[in-house]
């Protein structure tokens, strides 16, 4: 069955009020916050051959607190950084300022974006999809995007909580990909929607998250064709 754009506002009224709610605690959050120089490096030595080494311009997309977004405008990419919820950008706008580094950033809807076909040399986006009522044409908007010859880079992973998720109770059947899926699987999923060129990194290293993760984390790259 096809969710009608009307349908999903509720979830979406959900999913924007609960990320509101966690934008002061959100990067106290081991697995969510980039707080060490060691840690830094690390996340940087993971995204250079998957975003490039000269400037790009880069689309990240739930961008929250601006954790991939500050890496990359630090690396020199051209970054603008697009997030459903006001209290989570201001946060990022916060940390970007402190980091003395110029980034976009407005609020929007990562299923429905409002940029020309083309635009970008990249679409980021970190633990994203399992908040998404409809995935797959969210996976299309962001091909819609990027330019012939980008790249869309996923940071993700597989948490199967026992429970549903706090805050998200009354909306987690109505997520496709809620809990996120291992890389294999969501490989799959993008392959089933069009990408031929899908790669997994495993994203495993207690450097990159400041703790041992317990969850499967990893990167999944997607090439779209000249």
């Known amino acids: 069955m096809?969710?009608?754009?009307?349908?999903?506002?509720?979830?979406?009224a959900v999913v924007q009020?609960?990320?509101?709610?966690?934008?002061?605690?959100?990067?106290?959050?081991g697995i969510s916050g980039v707080h060490a120089d060691e840690q830094r490096e690390a996340w940087l030595s993971?995204?250079?051959?998957?975003?490039?080494?000269?400037?790009?311009?880069?689309?990240?997309?739930?961008?929250?607190?601006?954790?991939?977004?500050?890496?990359?405008?630090?690396?020199?990419?051209?970054?603008?950084?697009?997030?459903?919820?006001?209290?989570?950008?201001?946060r990022a706008r916060e940390k970007t300022q402190q980091a003395g580094l110029s980034i976009e950033f407005s609020v929007g809807d990562a299923?429905?974006?409002?940029?020309?076909?083309?635009?970008?040399?990249?679409?980021?986006?970190?633990?994203?999809v399992w908040t998404l009522p409809t995935p797959a044409a969210a996976v299309q908007e962001w091909r819609r995007v990027v330019r012939p010859g980008g790249r869309l880079v996923l940071v993700e992973g597989y948490w199967d909580f026992p429970e549903p998720f706090e805050g998200y109770e009354t909306i987690h059947d109505e997520l496709p990909l809620y809990d996120g899926r291992p890389p294999t699987e969501l490989a799959a999923f993008l392959r089933e929607e069009g990408f031929d060129a899908v790669e997994c990194e495993p994203l495993s290293e207690s450097v990159l998250w400041?703790?041992?993760?317990?969850?499967?984390?990893?990167?999944?790259?997607?090439?779209?064709?000249?």
């Open 210 to 226: 400041g703790e041992e993760p317990e969850q499967e984390l990893y990167l999944v790259a997607v090439d779209v064709p000249e």
């Open 46 to 90: 993971v995204l250079r051959p998957w975003v490039g080494e000269r400037s790009r311009s880069v689309l990240d997309l739930g961008c929250g607190t601006g954790t991939l977004s500050v890496l990359l405008a630090a690396a020199g990419h051209d970054v603008t950084g697009i997030d459903l919820s006001p209290e989570m950008l201001g």
């Open 17 to 29: 009020q609960y990320w509101n709610g966690r934008a002061d605690s959100y990067d106290d959050d």
């Open 111 to 128: 299923e429905q974006l409002p940029v020309p076909e083309n635009s970008y040399d990249v679409v980021t986006a970190r633990h994203l």
């Open 2 to 12: 096809t969710r009608s754009e009307q349908s999903d506002e509720p979830i979406k």
